[in-house]
């Protein structure tokens, strides 16, 4: 008669190639979940708008597109949704700079992080009357190569066109989704 024996090592040798293999997928995991919160948020930033005396609110929305080495240089196109008794819709196409405050960032696989003050400026429409803005935004610049996620709180004055139409202040905060270098192939280090 013979006997059998199995060990834990056996069972466990099983397990480490398992264990090994979710550690490597928490940082994707964690960079998915992190994107896909940051696309919620941004579906729901709030702007105020003060026009004509009177304070509105209502729900805006910027889609960005970089270029540079950094992806710094910036087109948007943003829409706005006011409640200001009749519903107002208002479009917005700007050209921004962003600067990062920390140094020694350079284009990676892999978010970074870093303060950012964002100026621009561009023309403004809402299908009455049209004008120009200058803008400043502060926020948090997470970007990669390819992608842009920007938490911020962002001013502007826009000036109209007309004399007969109020100019418009506006102040807006939520995340920024956008493209970083869509168009660039940046060469990158393995290890970035």
Known sequence: MSYCNIYSQTISAINQPVSLLNKENTSNSFTAVSIGIGAFLYVINPIIIYENKSVYAGL?????MGFGKFGE??????YSFIFSGNISNQ?????????????NIKPSHMLQGSKALSLGAGYFANFSKTGVFPELTFG???????????PHVKI????????????????????????????????????D
Do not use: C, W
């Open 91 to 103: 479009l917005r196409l700007s050209y921004k700079y962003d600067l990062l405050f920390k140094e």
């Open 73 to 78: 240089h910036r087109f948007a196109f943003e």
């Open 140 to 150: 948090y610049s997470l970007r990669n190569d390819k992608i842009l996620i920007f």
């Open 156 to 191: 502007r004055h826009t000036f109209m066109f007309k004399k007969q139409d109020t100019d418009i202040t506006d102040i807006s905060f939520g995340i920024i989704l956008g493209f970083a270098n869509p168009f660039n192939d940046v060469k990158i280090n393995r290890n």
């Open 60 to 64: 805006t929305k910027e889609i960005s």
